[in-house]
């Protein structure tokens, strides 16, 4: 039989409101109309019935779906509301993981705590070493004279494949229509730049002087025209070659403008002058040792130097291997701060469902891993984002997350034990329950409650040798009946 | 029971109607003369408060009759106790929608 006009419309119509319809009912649902709309259509008596009771008919069909619609969406918000209703365990996990998202965004927001986390802007950093004297205590003061580093130039050929030297020292500064600065200004090497991969070889011939990202910034608003004008430092005229990449100076010593000086320029400094030396190793020949630090050692005038190579990578990211030792000494003294034992001597009455152990074991690693880095991440936003001094930093690093890390794992094992062996929500209805004056006669502490009725925590008051630690009482099931939570009620009348 | 004591007017005339043997929806329609949108969301409702339950017709069947296969409905156990409870609160009920068995009495 031909299809009428109205049918055809009415079918659009049914097809059209399926797509309302959830679609893991929509096949049903299309099935159920069209096999109506059929019908409808074969059972009418006359004509004008027959092209009107059809769409009518169908009309019915956006209704219920809009309402099928409605009742899938109000029940997924209600499987949501439960899933992060208060004391819910993902509720905790989300918090956590909100709070770790937080500090990580702060720890990248602050320049000192980037420069931390991120990996070493340099080219084949891994190849890169800071030489230093040996003895010297902290590899970040400068103790190479400029005289010993003249002489490698010539002599360490064999070791290094590039060796370049700088050194920081206040200059005035001076552009033709700005006021006059103080800067410190790493004068360098002319392939200073080039060995750590900041600018080409044959970049400026030098002198050129580059501005770090952050002065330029602080100092000249970002002022684009400042690159390719002549400026003045300390009587010379020097060329700005260009501005470095932002977070690109994260080498010892903290300066405002990195300046590559001629040969003739760098022969003029007093041999003692004492600065930093960077070179790239040979790996054949100076294979890296496990802790990273490589050892020189030079006889002159048959007295022997020795020198340190600490490892670019390894000195830069000294403060997140710090990270480590505070996560390490946090942990072994965890055991001698809690005064309980983490067992809960359940008293039960059947066997646990087959999952819990595991699901708490889940839930409580979970945690652990969420709040480490929360509390960790944290400590290297305080202690290495406003810049502190290295030497600040690492005792206020050590001072702020060995404790603070002691505190967050102790909340996760308390947090542990307020929580229902079952379902892992926070027990709640706290109830006092005995006298303290009867502490030796009869029970005396308080009983906390799972809402979902699966059982009773009792903590006792006062240790004793009868109930010395909580103890979990489970509720069977005929007690459910007394724990029917809101939210499982139907949600709307018939 | 909560499912007894929300049942309205509407839902319990549907009950009713499928109770009587009207156990499609467009029966339903034309025996209660409640339009599409009102007895088909009610009849989800009532089959999702397991008041109802719904089976495809066999297709066979369908096939030999030339026309799509229809979704029938019964009254479930519960859906029968709810009923009894809505015939004291609705004393006209049955009498509107008789079931044969009363109609032949």
Known sequence: ?494 | MPAEAKLSHTAAMILQAIHAGHVYGFSVMEVTGLPSGTVYPALRRLERDALIASRWEQQSIADAEQRPPRKYYRVSRTGRLTLEAAWKRYPLLERMLPTPEVERA
């Open chain 1, 1 to 494: 039989m031909k299809p009428r006009p109205a049918s055809s419309l009415a079918s659009l119509l049914v097809r059209s409101a399926s797509l309302l319809v959830p679609r893991s009912r929509r096949a049903d649902w299309t099935a159920e109309w069209l096999a109506e709309l059929w019908h409808v259509g074969h059972v009418s008596d006359t004509e004008s019935q027959m092209s009107a009771r059809p769409v009518a008919f169908a009309a019915g069909a956006v209704n219920d779906a809009v309402q099928l619609r409605a009742h899938s969406l109000h029940a997924h918000l209600a499987r949501l509301r439960a899933f992060l209703q208060p004391g819910a365990p993902a509720r905790c996990l989300l918090l956590l993981a909100a709070g770790t998202l937080a500090a990580l965004s702060l720890c990248l927001a602050l320049p000192g705590s980037r420069r931390v986390l991120l990996p070493a802007p340099y080219r084949h950093a891994e190849s890169l070493v800071l030489i230093s004297s040996s003895g010297s205590t902290d590899p970040a003061t400068p103790s190479i004279h400029v005289a010993d580093y003249r002489e490698w130039t010539h002599n360490t050929a064999p070791l290094f494949s590039d060796l370049a030297f700088y050194r920081v020292a206040d200059k005035t500064f001076h552009l033709a229509d700005g006021p006059q600065r103080r800067l410190a200004v790493a004068q360098a090497s002319p392939n200073f730049l080039h060995l750590l991969g900041l600018a080409s070889a044959s970049g400026t011939p030098a002198p050129a002087l580059y501005l770090t990202h952050a002065a330029w910034q602080t100092r000249y608003s970002g002022d684009p025209r400042l690159v390719g004008r002549v400026s003045d430092i300390d009587g010379a005229s020097v060329r700005i070659a260009g501005i470095l990449p932002a977070d690109a100076w994260q080498l010892p010593g903290s300066v405002d403008a990195v300046l590559l000086e001629s040969p003739a320029m760098l022969a003029q400094l007093a041999p003692t002058a004492r600065g930093f030396a960077i070179a790239r190793i040979r790996g054949a020949v100076f294979p890296p040792p496990r802790d990273g630090t490589r050892f020189m050692v030079e006889t002159r005038y048959g007295v022997v130097y020795h020198y340190d190579c600490v490892s670019l990578p390894r000195l830069l990211g000294q403060p997140f291997s710090n990270v480590f030792l505070v996560l390490f000494l946090a942990s072994i003294a965890l055991p001698a701060t809690l005064p309980l034992s983490l067992s809960e001597a359940p008293i039960r009455r059947g066997p646990l469902p087959l999952f819990t152990l595991p699901r708490r074991a889940a839930f409580l690693l979970a945690k652990a891993a969420l709040v480490a880095p929360l509390v960790l991440l944290s400590s290297i936003a305080l202690t290495w984002g406003p810049s502190f001094t290295t030497n600040t930093a690492f005792l206020i690093q050590f001072v702020t997350g060995v404790p603070t890390l002691l505190f967050a794992f102790r909340w996760t094992l308390h947090d542990q034990r307020r929580r229902c062996p079952e379902c892992l929500r926070r027990l709640s209805n706290p109830a006092r329950v005995g006298q303290a004056s009867c502490n030796f006669l009869a029970w005396n502490g308080t009983e906390l409650l799972c809402v979902r009725g699966h059982g009773l925590l009792h903590i006792p008051e006062l240790p004793t040798s009868w109930f010395s630690t909580q103890r979990w009482l489970t509720l069977d099931a005929s007690w459910l009946s007394l724990f029917t939570e809101p939210s499982s009620a139907s949600p709307e009348p018939i």
